[in-house]
């Protein structure tokens, strides 16, 4: 019932930055709770990167702590993710998610999925 995009992937040199966006769509009404980015890379678990309540209230990971901010547009119903200092370490394929109650023919309120955006870092 609702469909996440990603966008803003892609290859930086150690130490650059990259914003990520997703955004949620759907053609029934819905209300997004929280919203946060996973990622994993080949051969590791996915983990929690971020993520922000629908008051805004943020929480990460320690390893991106200073160096990455989670922030939520409602309005535009989309989150960023904003990393900087990036390091070898954060190569990873980025995933998007949120937790939405979607009005359709039935009241469905699920976690939903960005399909993944690759982010590489060289050093």
């Known amino acids: 019932q609702v469909q996440l995009v990603e966008s803003g992937g892609g290859l930086v040199q150690a130490g650059g930055s990259l914003r990520l966006s997703c955004t949620a769509s759907?053609?029934?009404?819905?209300?997004?709770?929280?919203m946060g980015w996973y990622r994993q890379a080949p051969g590791k678990q996915r983990e929690l990167v971020a993520a922000?309540?629908?008051?805004?209230?943020?929480n990460y990971v320690d390893s991106v702590k200073g160096r990455f901010t989670i922030s939520r547009d409602n309005a535009k119903n989309t989150v960023y993710l904003q990393m900087n200092s990036l390091k070898p370490e954060d190569t990873a394929v980025y995933f998007c998610?949120?937790?939405?109650?979607?009005?359709?023919?039935?009241?469905?309120?699920?976690?939903?999925w960005g399909q993944g955006t690759q982010v590489t870092v060289s050093s």
């Open positions: 759907s053609r029934s009404i819905f209300h997004i709770f929280d």
């Open positions: 998610n949120a937790d939405i109650r979607s009005y359709g023919v039935s009241i469905v309120t699920r976690r939903y």
């Open positions: 922000v309540t629908s008051g805004g209230n943020p």
